[in-house]
Structure formats: C-alpha cells, structure tokens
C-alpha cells in the first residue's frame, strides 16, 4: 500500500486543536491585561478629573465668576458635586473588575472580592461630608440625593460611618495587593524585570499606607475648618489613588521597562 502524503497546507486535527488552545490563552491573557491597565488608567486619572470637571463645570455656571482652583475635602466629597456620576462611575468600574479577578490563589481572589465590595459600597454609601460647589460657606449641594435621603434632608450618620469604614478597608486591601500578592514569584530566582516591578510594588504599597496614616492623624489632630481649608485628606487619597493606579498600571504592563 503506497504511503499517504500529507499536502503541506493541511496541518494534523491535534495541532490545529493544541493551536487554536493556544491562540485563546493568549487572547486571554492580553484582555487580562488590557482590564488591569484600564483600572491603573481610571485610578491615576481620577483625582485629576474631578478636579478639572468640577472647576470646569463651576466657571460654566458660576455667576459669581468664582477665582481660584475650587478643591472639595476629600475625593469622597464630589459625590455631592456635580462630578458624582465620573466618582460613582470610576469606583462601580474599580469594583466589577476586582469582584471578577481571578488572581493567583484563592488568598488573591478573596482579598481581591473584598477590595471590590467596599469600592462599591464606597460608591453607594456617600460620604456625610458637605460639598463647596454650592457655595463658598461650605453648604450642602441640593442635588445630593441618594438612596437614603431626598434633596431636603442630609443622609442618617449610619451611612457616612459605612463610607468611612469601607474607604478604609478599600485602601488597605490595595496596599496589601501591591506589597503581598503583586510580589509573588513563580521561581525562587524571579528576573531583573521582575524584582524592578516588585520595587515599584512595594513602594505603592508603602504609599498607599502612608496615606491612611497620614489621614488618621489629620481626623485626630485637625478640627473640621482646618481639615476643609488645608485639603488634607484630599491630597492624601489622591495620592493614594494614584499610587493605586501605578501599581496596577505596572501589573498590565503599561509602562515599558519594567516588563519580561
């Protein structure tokens, strides 16, 4: 029986299948990528969007012609502004995606799962904190209605410790994401690239709880004028979410230098 030859341009039923396995991993793994720099990105935009829109929108509308960078007390306070759907908006999108991360372990995915429900309750348990954009005596926006009050009446304290709390929790689960799961290796002998994107691990992680500190101190130190007209804790959760934002940046392989 003469041999049967294979034309060249046919490739084996196994390693059309091994192919097409392979072809779908690495879609995978570039749209994993692709969600994680989408989250870095959203991260380091958003103390800087808030802070352009709301001024924006306030010289647009403004009759007084207010001078000056108009900055609330906290990134938590522009839900009371009219930026609140980009903060609401930014945060629900933070919290889908670490409610849908697999991560490395199940350490990774459970720690992960938490960041994302607080982001979201974050999101949804505004802050007790009254907005500027009103007026400059610091009153309370009109439009500022939410799940548990209307536009006449102020939120119940319950909800702000719910905000308070959360943001809390959220902040420190990055930190720990940065400075404990985004360090592990697969080898004990990781590459140069590797051990360079953990430095920058470790360092957002640092900063991350540097600026929870920071902020508890300034709760305990500063009354409510010196805290509104210092913009302390502003600074410090910007900072922090920026730093929330370089870490995962690095993590999608955003930035060059540092990847294998």
């Given amino acids: 029986m003469p041999a049967v030859i294979m034309p060249p341009d046919i490739i084996p039923p196994a390693q059309a299948l ?3 396995r392979a072809e779908d991993s690495n879609a ?3 749209n994993f990528l692709t969600l994680r720099k989408a989250v870095g990105y959203i991260g380091l935009a958003l103390p800087f969007a808030l802070v352009a829109g709301e001024n924006l929108r306030d010289r647009l509308l403004s009759d007084a012609g207010r001078m000056g960078v108009l900055l609330e007390s906290s990134i938590s306070a522009y839900f009371h502004t009219g ?3 980009v903060f609401v908006g930014s945060l629900c999108a933070i919290g889908v995606f670490l409610l849908a991360y697999r991560g490395y372990d199940r350490r990774d995915r459970v720690l992960s799962n938490i ?3 607080c982001a979201l309750l974050v999101a949804l348990f505004p802050t007790f904190e009254a907005s500027r954009e009103a007026s400059d005596t610091a009153t309370r926006a009109p439009d500022s209605v939410t ?3 209307g536009a006449d009446a102020p939120d119940p304290h319950v909800v702000g410790y719910v905000h308070f709390a959360a943001a809390a929790a959220f902040f420190a689960l990055l930190a720990w994401i940065s400075l404990v799961q985004f360090t592990k290796s697969d080898t004990s002998a990781p590459t140069r690239e590797k051990r360079e994107r953990n430095i920058i691990y470790r360092l957002c992680g640092w900063v991350i709880l540097g600026c929870i500190a920071a902020i508890a101190v300034a709760k305990l130190l ?3 004028a010196a805290e509104r007209s210092s913009h302390f804790v502003f600074w410090f959760e910007a900072i922090a979410v920026v730093a929330f934002g370089i870490s995962w940046l690095v993590k999608g392989e955003a930035i060059a230098g540092v990847n294998d």
Wanted: glycine letters at 6%; a negative charge.
């Fill in 147 to 149: 799940f548990f009050s």
């Fill in 18 to 20: 091994s192919d097409a």
């Fill in 115 to 117: 960041a994302g429900v």
């Fill in 83 to 85: 930026m609140r759907e």
């Fill in 28 to 30: 995978l793994v570039l």
């Fill in 222 to 224: 500063l009354d409510d």
